[in-house]
C-alpha cells in the first residue's frame, strides 16, 4: 500500500470523494444485482484511508480506515487475482474488525482490483450480511470485467477534468491576451490566405471603422486602408508571402486618415511551401506621428529662430562696441541687451515660441509687480499675446527706453515718472498702439547723446513688416510711439 508509484497514480483520483457519480453508481448498482448483495462500492485506496466513489446501500459511508478495509487486502493479492471472503467471522484477517463486529455487520465480500495505468489504484465489491457456501465462478468473471469498466471510467473521467482544466486554462490565457491586447490598443488579426478570411479582435475593426459583427474580407481591410498607402501596403504583404520576411508596413485609414503600423508573419504553409496564415498586429501610431512631425516644425522654426537671434546679437555688437569701444562700457551695454533677448528667448521657449503676453515683456523690465506696485511708472492696457517677432523687438525697445531713462531720462532724478499705455485696434488693421512718455525728470539731453540707444529704439522691429517706431526728444521728456500690426484672432 505504500508502493510510491501507486500512490501516485492514486493522487489523480482523490479530491472528489463523496460527491455523486452517476456512472459509478449505476455500476456499483449492477455488480449488486448480479451479486444479490444488499452492497456494493467502488473504493480508491490511498495508504492510510480508503474513499468511496460509488457506495450502493451504505449511503451514510464515505471512507474508512485501510486497517479494517477489504478492499486493501483486494489490492494486496497477486497479479490481478480477486479475493473472496464467504464469511468474514471465519476469517482472522476480519473477524474483529468494526464493519463485521457492528453495522453492516458484513460477512461476505468479493472484490476485484481496478487497475489504471498498471498500478492498483482501488477495487470494485460487492458485500453482504449473509454469508455465503460459494461463488459462482462466472460471477467473478463478470466481477472483473465491470472492475475493468470502472478502471476505464476513471481513465476517462480523469482525462475529462483534464481536458477541462486546460481549456479553462487556455481560456484564461485567451482572455489575458485579450485584455492585453485591448489595454495596448492593439488590433491582432489572422488571415487564411486561401479563403481571404480575416479573423481578427474588436480593436481590429475600429481600427479600419469595419463593421462590428459579421466576417472580414481582405479585401474590405485592403479597401479601408488610404489610396495613396495601398502600394506600400501590397509591397509588404508580397514580400513576406514570397520571400518569408515579416510583414511591415505603415499606412494611413482611409476614413478616419489615422496612422497604422502592422507587423505580421506567414505562420503556416502547405508541403510545397506556399503561405496559408499570416498573424500579425496593428498598432495605431498617429500619436506619435504628429509628435514627431511637430518636433520636426519646432525643430525647423528653432533652427529660423536661433540664425535670426544670432543675427540681431551681432548687430547688437558691432553697433556697441561702435559706440563704447571702451571693453568695460562695452560689456555693461552689450550685456544689458543680450540679457534682454535672452530673457524674451526663454518666455518664448517655455511656450514652444506660440507667443508671449504683453505683460510679461514689460514685466521683465519694470519688475513683476509693476501693476500692484509700481515704482514711479503708470502703466495702462489691457494685457495682450504678442507673436514671437514682437516680443522680442518690443522687449529689445522697452529695455533701451528703460535703460536710458535711468541714465539721463526721468528715472535719473528722485522725482521723475515713466508713463506707458496701449491700445488694441482692430480697423482698419489689427494693432497694437503704444505710448512711452517721460516726465518730472532733467531737461532731456540733446539726441546725440543717446546714440547707439536711439537708433536700436527705431530699428528694434526691423523684423516686423508694416511696424513703426517714433522717438522724440521733447525739453519735458523722452516720448516714443510704437505700432505694431497684429494678426488677426481666429474666429
Known sequence: MT???????VSAFLGQEGEADVDFDRLARAVAHIFQTEFALISVVGQDRQWLRACFGLADLIDTDTEISFCTQTLGMPEDETLVVLDAHQDDRFKDTSLVTAWPFLRFYAGAPIIVAGQKIGALCVLSATPRDSVDPEMMTQLVDLAAVAAALFALKDEARVRARTAAALLREEWRHALTLEAGKVGSWVWDIRTGEVACNETFRRMYNLSEAGPIHIDQVHEATHVGDRAAVQAGIDASLSNGVDYNAEA????TGRWLTMRGRVYQRDTEGRPLIMM?????ISESKQSAEQTRLLLRELNHRVKNTLAMIQ??????????????????????RLRTISEAHVLLADRDWSGVHLDEVIAAQFGPGFRDRPDRAEVKGDDIMLPADHALGLGLILHELTTNAHRYGAWSSDEGVVSINWTL???????LTLQWRERGGPQVAPEQEYGLGARLIERGLSKVIDSEVTLQFRPEGVAADVWLPLPTEPA
Open 315 to 336: 548687430s547688437v555688437a558691432r553697433q556697441t562696441i561702435r559706440q563704447n569701444p571702451d571693453p568695460k562700457a562695452f560689456i555693461e551695454a552689450f550685456s544689458g
Open 252 to 255: 494611413r485609414v482611409a476614413s
Open 3 to 9: 508502493d510510491p508509484k501507486r500512490l501516485a497514480a
Open 425 to 431: 485696434k482692430e480697423y482698419p488693421v489689427r494693432g
Open 280 to 284: 500579425g498586429a496593428s498598432i495605431d
